[in-house]
T-cell receptor, first 114, second 115 residues
Framework: NAGVTQTPKFRVLKTGQSMTLLCAQDMNHEYMYWYRQDPGMGLRLIHY???????AKGEVPDGYNVSRLKKQNFLLGLESAAPSQTSVYFCASTEAGRNQETQYFGPGTRLLVL | AQKITQTQPGMFVQEKEAVTLDCTYDTSDPSYGLFWYKQPSSGEMIFLIY??????QNATEGRYSLNFQKARKSANLVISASQLGDSAMYFCATASNFGNEKLTFGTGTRLTIIP
């Protein structure tokens, strides 16, 4: 049981390049989230999904797009990377409509934009 | 809108002592949850403890307990008998119990345990 996995673990981009971060979960969770973590800022929500085929904006959505074509996968895209998007990105998932004892996080993706 | 405030950027505690990490929150949701996560230097987010807003008793999980004072909008984490492995960043977070359940995090407290 892998839980939540993220691909890649680390990436360096040049300004203007594009990339996609993949999040996969094997727990059959309905809800999935993308957060970014900057120094001294805690985690902030970028986008989230409450089910296959649905997405919604979070606190800091600008410059990112997401897709949830399959229930187990949640993709985060950067169309034109900027240095301000240098951050650690975390994916998380949880069951829907239940007591929230556990929200499972992936190991994170460290992104450096030069 | 929800907001979490953690006023202690860093703390140093002697090994085996108890430590309290402060967290205050602000939310307009009638039903909500409060969470604590640990982030060691390796970077992963580790769930520690959860408290529901309507829970009558404070949550406990092993050496972790949550001191929940609803009227004060306070959800402090207490770690008893601290260990060297407790050295990490600690984040308080909240989420509505209705709908999308997304988390709002505080800025964290860096805890260092001194041998």
């Amino acid at each position: 049981n892998a839980g939540v996995t993220q691909t890649p673990k680390f990436r360096v981009l040049k300004t203007g390049q594009s990339m996609t971060l993949l999040c996969a979960q094997d727990m059959n969770h309905e809800y999935m989230y993308w957060y970014r973590q900057d120094p001294g800022m805690g985690l902030r929500l970028i986008h989230y999904s409450v089910g296959e085929g649905t997405t919604a904006k979070g606190e800091v959505p600008d410059g990112y797009n997401v897709s949830r074509l399959k229930k187990q996968n949640f993709l985060l895209g950067l169309e034109s990377a900027a240095p301000s998007q240098t951050s650690v990105y975390f994916c998380a998932s949880t069951e829907a409509g239940r007591n929230q004892e556990t929200q499972y996080f992936g190991p994170g993706t460290r992104l450096l934009v030069l | 809108a929800q907001k979490i405030t953690q006023t202690q950027p860093g703390m140093f505690v002697q090994e085996k002592e108890a430590v309290t990490l402060d967290c205050t929150y602000d939310t307009s949701d009638p039903s909500y949850g409060l969470f604590w996560y640990k982030q060691p230097s390796s970077g992963e987010m580790i769930f520690l403890i959860y408290q529901g807003s309507y829970d009558q008793q404070n949550a406990t999980e092993g050496r972790y307990s949550l001191n929940f004072q609803k009227a004060r909008k306070s959800a402090n984490l207490v770690i008893s008998a601290s260990q060297l492995g407790d050295s990490a960043m600690y984040f308080c977070a909240t989420a509505s119990n209705f709908g999308n359940e997304k988390l709002t995090f505080g800025t964290g407290t860096r805890l260092t345990i001194i041998p």
